[in-house]
């Protein structure tokens, strides 16, 4: 992709609205725009990075065993209503008639319509487990939104609905998408801790939140800094074993959000070990039983012939929070520093001298090359001063700039700088390319 | 992907709401499920196939220069009070109010908001031309929702928006987007006609519908036969040359649809030559000058310095109705035959006698094999009898199955069967392999 023809509107000033620095990030860099209170949206840049993150939340849950839908937005009200949720859910639900007057709903959440699907075809014991998912918008009507992406009303979320015979089968369930939360979010370079949690409207009796640490989360938090070195279960992890060692693992080391804080427990932990911070709330894993099978008349016959209702959790990860999460935990004075598994390029070339032909054709060689390796590559080909270049490139974030330019041609090198270190090699066009792809691809 | 663990519903009885072919089949194989009128879910195999078209359509904008964003599904009403739609829309558009009170709607088309991001950020036409599309569920409140995902209220289109600087460089867009659409539809195995049409309430004055020929069609259409058997431009196209050739040897045959039909100019095509026929509209493309960007105070300036509106055109592919209409121009008795570039999976492996060691590991190899090649691939391992797996995989229309069963094995050989022709091959399963992977892989 070429700058002068990509339509990334950078932003010179800071937005004044703006109270956190991903939002700042994100207005300035040209990745969204907000179309009203709340609502946003994803200009191409931003847009980049919300399937490459989408992408690796599609990724573990398909490893884990998880099988992709996709569920409509809008909702009949005659759902919400068999489970008893509809009056319940308050002003966050955006209410909906249609000109038949039926009301309808754009979904918050699908534990309805998916018990729902889930009714309609599954009847044995046989069928189970079941996991099914989609990644899909859902709008809450918060009465405040903020903080760009990170508390909108039309929100890109993946939720997963799991569906066993008992509470033992649902725990292994349970277990899984707790490990698939583990590498999806480490995947994206964020060190996420699962904390106990409140339950709130979904239910249930088992509840992890997954959080990362930011100084400006929404949430104080206090855990054990032994936590942050646990390991993260590898890719061969086998979803079919019993989990429970490594939930194990990592639920034994302190870790609260200020809702479930416990402070005599917290005092226990050795006092140079205690961490309190603020954190982010970027996924959430529910068991809730039958909540939803037994007003639905979700039931299986079970092995001795018996009809049950099943037993679900729910589970979902904030795809387009995340993208702000990630930002917060990824930024330096002068803008975006991304991780490369979700960059939106990953190499950012600069053309120091536009229109000069031997810089023209270097650029374009060296871009056919990366491209060739499966790299993404952005070539800032506008006719500008070198430092308005190098600020849009520090801002954007790439995780590597290639700066090609008439007088290190002539002496047959260019510079390849690492954003996240600041690291600056200078190497011929070959050799950088060499060192571009050993570090980018896996 | 096997089978039994794949959530796929498939329907013993025909289901009796479902009118047209399409429907029924999309039904009975488990591709989807009515949540309420017009609105769908879309069950796993479903997903798989609408994911393939969008890409398809998605490459296809791509390589015509158009830049992917992703507005939001709900929109402010004053935006649409600029352009002086919110009234003149009517009751098809699904209209909400929020906690505050404010009036928003479900977009069922984006002209409005994507003005406001273009004028929110272009100023000059150096930055011209501009064609930003996206893919995005829409809503449209049909008073009859029917024939499935053809006519949904809930559905997904690609819609795409040109900029540019007068009305000269505007029909090159268009003509850029028309041929973009003759490539997208071909390579899904879809014979799309261009015919002139009525521009509706989107307003303009130069518009295309692109139409396939379906008995169950919702237009009646008529054309000169000629234009069935013209060549598709090729991926080599370049989008920046004069494309006026093209689209001239696209338009001089006659094609209408019934709003537009003349019938003095359809008679003056020789008898054996003229053809009237059902069609179903997959695209429709729409030029409209300053229609909105005059309301909407989008303008740039000019060359000259002066300040003038941005001519405008607009450019949909109902993507999910998609679905539904290759569904229609691809299937027989026994159900959907898939054209290879749309299908869920390319191969089928049905496993005559799961549990036999033997039929079992020679299914996992070829899997195994044809997933290495880059194919997708379903295995039917469940315990069922032959006739009822081969009308299961009929049903489902993948574009090849692969029969595996012990007493084949014993004399060294497997049963590749083409869906389409019908045609049977028996092979080594080495030779099977490499049959399948030389006709998919491409």
């Given at each position: 992709m070429h700058l002068s023809r990509y339509f990334l509107p950078i932003l010179k000033e800071t937005p004044k609205e703006a109270e956190i620095v991903s939002h700042r990030l994100m207005l300035r860099a040209g990745m969204i725009r907000q179309e009203t209170a709340g609502i946003y949206a994803w200009l191409p840049m931003g847009l980049r990075v919300l399937r490459k993150i989408e992408q690796i939340v599609r990724e573990e849950q398909n490893r884990a065993g998880a099988q992709e839908l996709l569920m409509p937005t809008v909702q009949p009200a005659d759902l919400w209503r068999e489970s008893g949720r509809y009056d319940a859910y308050g002003k966050e639900m955006l209410r909906i008639t249609d000109r038949h007057e039926r009301e309808m709903l754009f979904g918050p959440t699908n534990e309805e319509m998916v018990t729902d699907i889930f009714r309609a075809s599954v009847k044995s014991y046989r069928d189970l487990p079941l996991n099914l998912y989609h990644i899909q918008w859902k709008f809450r009507d918060e009465v405040r939104p903020r903080f760009g992406v990170m508390r909108g009303r039309e929100f890109l979320m993946k939720d997963a609905y799991s569906f066993d015979l008992d509470k033992e089968s649902a725990r292994h369930a349970y277990n899984r998408m707790f490990v698939a939360y583990l590498r999806t979010f480490a995947r994206m370079g964020l060190k996420a801790i699962p904390m106990r949690a409140d339950t709130g409207?979904?239910?249930?009796d088992m509840s992890h939140e997954f959080i990362i640490l930011a100084s400006t989360g929404e949430s104080e938090v206090f855990c054990d800094k032994a936590i942050l070195d646990l390991p993260i279960p590898g890719e061969d992890t086998d979803f079919t074993a019993d989990l429970s060692p490594v939930i194990t693992d990592w639920t034994t080391p302190y870790a609260a959000t200020d809702e479930m804080h416990d402070t005599a427990a917290f005092e226990a932990v050795p006092e140079a070990e205690r961490m309190s911070a603020r954190g982010i709330e970027v996924g959430h894993i529910f068991y809730f039983g039958t909540k939803y099978s037994e007003p639905m008349n979700a039931k299986v016959t079970g092995p001795d012939g018996a009809e049950v209702p099943v037993h679900m959790g729910s589970y979902g990860v904030g795809v387009s929070r995340l993208l702000g999460a990630i930002i917060e935990a990824h930024h330096d004075d002068d803008g975006i520093v991304w991780p490369a598994s979700v960059a939106p390029f990953h190499v950012g070339i600069i053309n120091l001298k536009p229109g000069d032909a031997a810089t023209d054709a270097a650029c374009a060689d060296l871009e056919a090359q990366l491209a060739k390796a499966g790299l993404d590559v952005l070539v800032d080909d506008v006719d500008s001063r070198a430092g308005a270049k190098f600020a849009t490139m520090d801002l954007i974030g790439l995780p590597y700039q290639l700066i090609v330019g008439p007088r290190g041609l002539k002496d047959g090198v260019v510079e390849v700088k690492a954003r996240a270190s600041g690291e600056r090699a200078t190497l011929s066009p070959q050799e950088a390319v060499n060192r571009l792809i050993g570090e980018l691809s896996s």
């Amino acid at each position: 992709m070429h700058l002068s023809r990509y339509f990334l509107p950078i932003l010179k000033e800071t937005p004044k609205e703006a109270e956190i620095v991903s939002h700042r990030l994100m207005l300035r860099a040209g990745m969204i725009r907000q179309e009203t209170a709340g609502i946003y949206a994803w200009l191409p840049m931003g847009l980049r990075v919300l399937r490459k993150i989408e992408q690796i939340v599609r990724e573990e849950q398909n490893r884990a065993g998880a099988q992709e839908l996709l569920m409509p937005t809008v909702q009949p009200a005659d759902l919400w209503r068999e489970s008893g949720r509809y009056d319940a859910y308050g002003k966050e639900m955006l209410r909906i008639t249609d000109r038949h007057e039926r009301e309808m709903l754009f979904g918050p959440t699908n534990e309805e319509m998916v018990t729902d699907i889930f009714r309609a075809s599954v009847k044995s014991y046989r069928d189970l487990p079941l996991n099914l998912y989609h990644i899909q918008w859902k709008f809450r009507d918060e009465v405040r939104p903020r903080f760009g992406v990170m508390r909108g009303r039309e929100f890109l979320m993946k939720d997963a609905y799991s569906f066993d015979l008992d509470k033992e089968s649902a725990r292994h369930a349970y277990n899984r998408m707790f490990v698939a939360y583990l590498r999806t979010f480490a995947r994206m370079g964020l060190k996420a801790i699962p904390m106990r949690a409140d339950t709130g409207p979904i239910g249930g009796d088992m509840s992890h939140e997954f959080i990362i640490l930011a100084s400006t989360g929404e949430s104080e938090v206090f855990c054990d800094k032994a936590i942050l070195d646990l390991p993260i279960p590898g890719e061969d992890t086998d979803f079919t074993a019993d989990l429970s060692p490594v939930i194990t693992d990592w639920t034994t080391p302190y870790a609260a959000t200020d809702e479930m804080h416990d402070t005599a427990a917290f005092e226990a932990v050795p006092e140079a070990e205690r961490m309190s911070a603020r954190g982010i709330e970027v996924g959430h894993i529910f068991y809730f039983g039958t909540k939803y099978s037994e007003p639905m008349n979700a039931k299986v016959t079970g092995p001795d012939g018996a009809e049950v209702p099943v037993h679900m959790g729910s589970y979902g990860v904030g795809v387009s929070r995340l993208l702000g999460a990630i930002i917060e935990a990824h930024h330096d004075d002068d803008g975006i520093v991304w991780p490369a598994s979700v960059a939106p390029f990953h190499v950012g070339i600069i053309n120091l001298k536009p229109g000069d032909a031997a810089t023209d054709a270097a650029c374009a060689d060296l871009e056919a090359q990366l491209a060739k390796a499966g790299l993404d590559v952005l070539v800032d080909d506008v006719d500008s001063r070198a430092g308005a270049k190098f600020a849009t490139m520090d801002l954007i974030g790439l995780p590597y700039q290639l700066i090609v330019g008439p007088r290190g041609l002539k002496d047959g090198v260019v510079e390849v700088k690492a954003r996240a270190s600041g690291e600056r090699a200078t190497l011929s066009p070959q050799e950088a390319v060499n060192r571009l792809i050993g570090e980018l691809s896996s």
